[in-house]
């Protein structure tokens, strides 16, 4: 029995312990609740400014860009203008001194045909060299100044070419960010997590790996492979604390292709998943579903299905990390709970086999204790015996002692003169050694 105090009116009662175990599950599902909504709506709220901070960094990236672009078009467009003025610059410098060399060379075949009339054979053939040179010079140039005319032709076309492409390539990129920014906006609708080449249930093991498992490293987190029961859900998750198992969650993934003719509903999955719950003895059951792409109600975050089936929660994959916190976080705080019941539990126990174990302790006590007086009175016996003997050994000691005495008695009373009485012999001895010691 548990002792429970009113925080109101302060009077204290007691409650057994199925009343206990449901008020603790009271307490425990409201506060989880509550800490359900609250950490729903600050996700909701954190996806939202985050779109909104990623589509803003986005524009920015485009712009700054764009306008780096531009400028380096204007910057190029300006190089090309420069170099055309300093062709055309170069070209009229080129036309001047060949117009002056032209002067000088026309000057000089006049001298040379003024000369020439004068009948100099020599004079005549220079001049003819003259010109022929003066022509070869003339050509070369006409050649160079056309060789630049074309060069600054090709380079205007490649400028040109250059600048189109330049164009071509923003414009794709624009068009591109633009479909990322659409592609944003349309995510909280679409909630599309599937990348190329990877299932549903891949992503979420690999969130699960990354994320999970460096700060929870003894959670078990596995496939469900056993179909003995007729069916199986897809991943199951538990932790320990201090060897005593404190949250469990059955885990079931849903997807499908777009193609898909007949399109699946949540709901027809929901009582399977409460069955394998239950069979795998699972505490909370957790749809992950990217079914029913349109719906609000899915789309919003974490939907409590406790209504329908206990315990059990529909989430998008982007949900798949923050509900198994919230979870963990939400079951700590029961352990303490939970150990107190189970503390609870095993007083019962104690209780219920006390009287037992205490008939069983005064049995065996009477059997080692009616041994014991056995063996004590025997061995009472055995010292009155012993006394007994002790006593005649007494008595033959106690008589041996007075034969002694007397015997001490006797050697004590015998003399010299009492040996030597009626002997003379004895008597003459006894005489002469005392006449020897004298003399001596």
């Given at each position: 029995?548990?002792?429970?105090?009113?925080?109101?009116?302060?009077?204290?009662?007691?409650?057994?312990?199925?009343?206990?175990?449901?008020?603790?599950?009271?307490?425990?599902?409201?506060?989880?609740?509550?800490?359900?909504?609250?950490?729903?709506?600050?996700?909701?709220?954190?996806?939202?400014?985050?779109?909104?901070?990623?589509?803003?960094?986005?524009?920015?990236?485009f712009e700054r860009r764009l306008n780096a672009k531009d400028?380096?078009?204007?910057?190029?467009?300006?190089?090309?203008?420069?170099?055309?003025?300093?062709?055309?610059?170069?070209?009229?410098?080129?036309?001047?001194?060949?117009?002056?060399?032209?002067?000088?060379?026309?000057?000089?075949?006049?001298?040379?045909?003024?000369?020439?009339?004068?009948?100099?054979?020599?004079?005549?053939?220079?001049?003819?060299?003259?010109?022929?040179?003066?022509?070869?010079?003339?050509?070369?140039?006409?050649?160079?100044?056309?060789?630049?005319?074309?060069?600054?032709?090709?380079?205007?076309?490649?400028?040109?070419?250059?600048?189109?492409?330049?164009?071509?390539?923003?414009?794709?990129?624009?068009?591109?960010?633009?479909e990322m920014v659409d592609y944003y906006k349309d995510m909280?609708?679409?909630?599309?997590?599937?990348?190329?080449?990877?299932?549903?249930?891949?992503?979420?093991?690999?969130?699960?790996?990354?994320?999970?498992?460096?700060?929870?490293?003894?959670?078990?987190?596995?496939?469900?492979?056993?179909?003995?029961?007729?069916?199986?859900?897809?991943?199951?998750?538990?932790?320990?604390?201090?060897?005593?198992?404190?949250?469990?969650?059955?885990?079931?993934?849903?997807?499908?292709?777009d193609e898909t003719v007949y399109k699946h509903r949540n709901?027809?999955?929901?009582?399977?998943?409460?069955?394998?719950?239950?069979?795998?003895?699972?505490?909370?059951?957790?749809?992950?579903?990217?079914?029913?792409?349109?719906?609000?109600?899915?789309?919003?975050?974490?939907?409590?299905?406790?209504?329908?089936?206990?315990?059990?929660?529909?989430?998008?994959?982007?949900?798949?990390?923050?509900?198994?916190?919230?979870?963990?976080?939400?079951?700590?705080?029961?352990?303490?709970?939970?150990?107190?019941?189970?503390?609870?539990?095993?007083?019962?126990?104690?209780?219920?086999?006390?009287?037992?174990?205490?008939?069983?302790?005064?049995?065996?006590?009477?059997?080692?204790?009616?041994?014991?007086?056995?063996?004590?009175?025997?061995?009472?016996?055995?010292?009155?015996?012993?006394?007994?003997?002790?006593?005649?050994?007494?008595?033959?000691?106690?008589?041996?002692?007075?034969?002694?005495?007397?015997?001490?008695?006797?050697?004590?009373?015998?003399?010299?003169?009492?040996?030597?009485?009626?002997?003379?012999?004895?008597?003459?001895?006894?005489?002469?050694?005392?006449?020897?010691?004298?003399?001596?």
């Amino acid at each position: 029995m548990k002792e429970i105090k009113c925080p109101k009116c302060g009077s204290v009662f007691t409650v057994d312990e199925a009343d206990y175990a449901a008020i603790a599950s009271q307490v425990k599902n409201a506060e989880f609740h509550a800490e359900v909504e609250r950490r729903a709506t600050e996700i909701e709220n954190q996806q939202a400014l985050k779109q909104q901070a990623e589509k803003l960094k986005i524009e920015n990236d485009f712009e700054r860009r764009l306008n780096a672009k531009d400028a380096e078009l204007a910057q190029r467009d300006n190089d090309i203008k420069v170099l055309k003025q300093k062709m055309v610059t170069d070209s009229q410098a080129q036309q001047i001194e060949l117009q002056k060399r032209l002067s000088e060379k026309e000057a000089l075949i006049k001298e040379l045909k003024a000369k020439l009339e004068q009948g100099d054979d020599r004079i005549k053939m220079a001049v003819l060299q003259e010109q022929n040179k003066a022509k070869d010079e003339l050509q070369e140039r006409e050649r160079k100044i056309a060789e630049l005319v074309s060069r600054a032709a090709n380079d205007q076309k490649e400028a040109t070419l250059r600048e189109q492409n330049i164009k071509e390539s923003y414009e794709l990129q624009l068009r591109q960010k633009q479909e990322m920014v659409d592609y944003y906006k349309d995510m909280k609708t679409r909630l599309s997590t599937k990348m190329v080449g990877e299932t549903l249930e891949i992503h979420c093991s690999t969130q699960f790996n990354s994320l999970i498992r460096p700060i929870m490293p003894t959670a078990y987190f596995e496939k469900d492979n056993d179909a003995s029961g007729g069916s199986k859900g897809d991943f199951i998750f538990r932790d320990f604390e201090d060897g005593q198992e404190y949250v469990s969650i059955m885990f079931e993934m849903k997807n499908e292709m777009d193609e898909t003719v007949y399109k699946h509903r949540n709901e027809d999955f929901l009582k399977k998943l409460d069955e394998d719950r239950k069979a795998k003895k699972c505490e909370y059951a957790v749809l992950v579903s990217l079914l029913e792409p349109e719906s609000e109600l899915y789309n919003t975050g974490i939907v409590d299905m406790s209504h329908r089936y206990p315990k059990m929660y529909v989430i998008r994959p982007q949900f798949f990390i923050p509900l198994i916190t919230l979870l963990v976080q939400a079951s700590k705080k029961s352990i303490s709970l939970q150990r107190e019941l189970a503390l609870a539990r095993s007083q019962n126990v104690d209780v219920t086999h006390f009287e037992e174990q205490l008939n069983d302790f005064k049995e065996k006590f009477g059997n080692n204790y009616r041994l014991a007086s056995e063996r004590f009175k025997k061995a009472i016996d055995e010292i009155d015996k012993s006394i007994d003997h002790l006593n005649k050994i007494k008595t033959h000691l106690l008589g041996s002692e007075n034969n002694l005495r007397l015997a001490n008695d006797k050697a004590d009373a015998l003399t010299i003169k009492k040996l030597t009485r009626g002997n003379p012999t004895m008597k003459e001895k006894f005489k002469q050694a005392r006449q020897q010691n004298i003399d001596e």
